[in-house]
């Protein structure tokens, strides 16, 4: 098994984790669109651009982070190495791995089975899977109670539908911190006039998958981007 965990201080840009003949990975900071999109037209940076021009070789994202999600994005530097892949990515056998900040208490560990609409109108299968880590109570008075109440979690989507993490964990009442379309708009305003915080807290923490080439085992582990952190020490949740 290969293992890539750096420990660097991260700043606002990607950052290189693991890169050799056929693959790239870094970490994507919140905020930063993978490709083109016509539905963020205000965008002028993206992840492939970047890792173009910082590896002078054209490259393939072989899966999608939403543009406010940070963490784990990998890409392939030829078109075998990408239709392999993807193919991985097809039969679901990466296991994808992210934390997220909820609002409230979920319960220790659970999964959810609830179908999602796609762009099309059609609903598809999606499930995803959840673990509780750590949960804080903050002395701030939210929704008619004394205290606010939040889950840090462990999610480990089964499918890969858009927005699946958030709607999912929105569905059960137990929204993402800084989820605008999907989340709870007095927690987000509360972090926004307690914390000056409005980025969303999902992370893609780790990808393992089988190297196409090599046929080893490997896991790809992305540090905290720097407001998740700051976020998760006004939680109580790092030394």
Not at 175 to 187: A, M, Y
Request: charged residues 20%.
């Amino acid at each position: 098994m290969v293992i890539f965990s750096p420990s660097l201080k991260m700043e606002l840009l990607p950052q290189i984790l693991l890169q050799d003949e056929y693959l790239v990975a870094i970490n994507k900071p919140h905020g930063l669109l993978v490709h083109k999109s016509p539905i963020a037209a205000d965008a002028s940076d993206f992840a492939v651009q970047w890792v173009r021009d910082r590896i002078g070789r054209h490259v393939y994202p072989v899966h999608r982070l939403d543009r406010k999600t940070a963490g784990v994005l990998l890409f392939a530097l030829d078109h075998t190495t990408n239709r392999m892949m993807q193919q991985q990515f097809m039969l679901r056998q990466p296991q994808k791995t992210y934390h997220a900040i909820v609002r409230g208490y979920t319960e220790e560990q659970g999964r959810v089975d609830a179908p999602l609409r796609n762009e099309t109108g059609q609903y598809q299968q999606a499930v995803t899977h959840y673990r509780r880590l750590k949960t804080a109570e903050l002395d701030i008075p939210s929704a008619g109670f004394a205290t606010s109440r939040f889950s840090l979690l462990e999610v480990m989507p089964e499918t890969g539908r858009m927005h699946q993490i958030r709607r999912h964990l929105a569905h059960i009442f137990h929204p993402v911190i800084g989820d605008r379309p999907h989340g709870c708009n007095k927690q987000n305003r509360l972090f926004l006039q307690h914390f000056q915080h409005s980025t969303l807290l999902l992370h893609a923490v780790s990808l393992c998958f089988v190297h196409p080439v090599t046929n080893q085992l490997c896991t790809i582990e992305a540090p905290y981007q720097p407001e998740f952190l700051r976020i998760m020490q006004i939680m109580g949740w790092t030394e």
